[in-house]
């Protein structure tokens, strides 16, 4: 209750509470006072402050090599969703070269993995000469005892600042269904899946327009493999954005369409979110070549 009652303190009078935390920096003070006490102003021109800048760098440098450290740690805990996992934080802080390398590297020809997620029907993954991972139903070596594991992708809704953005929508409308009490669930996706999405993102972010296509194509032959898996339409999203990103908007549209029928109507869904911002990129590059036909 102690620490509850400190946290309430502090966030009812945050910038008393800034100011004796960073007694040693004067500029604080004048801050305050020429933003007549507007929690919002104040803020905004406490990042203006180099010092202030260079504790919230060293700040957040720490956090991230302790969530990576973390995330090493554990992981072994698969075949593929251990480095996924890894190459996921990667990609979102912007080592795109390395999250690529990882993911590349998770499939070792020749390897069989028994598939033990919810996010398809089919138990196993055969990795191919090509380096595209192919759903199987059944077992090649039933005899084999210790076999390699595969087991889904689950990310929590509070990871929504450790993923790439596609992933952060659904981790944001997972939290508003929790906050309605409508839903209240982990997300998952296929290690196959979320596999050829991170290199998909990834191609799209260093610009290789070639290899984002062929994953591209990847991506959507495996969540057609995985028809009739656990949470299907969240594979849907990340397959809908991809396409949104190609500028395949009609693709996109299908994808999005399809999915919100297969989600639970009760609860929000991000491809309405996706959908919403698509549309609004559409309408303005509508806008900006209408203006120019007129300037013309």
Known sequence: MFALDKIREIMNNIETSV???????????????????????FLQRCKL???????????E???????????????????????????SVYLNEGYVAIANKMVLEVLKVGNVLVYAGRCS???????????IPEQRQNLRNKKEKKMPHAFDVVISPNDIHCVPIPVGYECYVTQLNQEK????????????????????????????????????????????????????YRALNLLGNCYYLSGNYQQAFSCFQELISLADNRVQNAAIYHMCIMLMHILAVFEQISREIKIY
């Open 19 to 41: 100011l004796e935390c960073l007694n040693d920096i004067e500029e604080l003070a004048d801050i305050l006072e020429t933003s007549e006490k507007n929690t919002t102003v």
């Open 49 to 59: 402050l180099p010092r202030l800048n260079e504790l919230y760098s060293e700040t």
């Open 61 to 87: 440098e720490t956090y991230q090599d302790a969530a990576i450290h973390s995330i090493e740690r554990g992981i072994a805990i698969d075949h593929m969703s251990g480095i996924l996992y890894l190459a």
């Open 121 to 131: 029907e089919k138990r196993s993954i055969q990795l191919t000469m090509e380096g």
């Open 181 to 232: 009490k409508k839903y209240n669930d982990t997300i998952l996706f296929h290690p196959c899946v979320y596999k050829q999405f991170l290199l998909c993102f990834g191609y799209y972010k260093i610009g290789n327009r070639k290899e984002f296509e062929n994953v591209l194509e990847q991506l959507q032959s495996t969540i057609e493999n995985s028809k009739d898996g656990y949470q299907r």
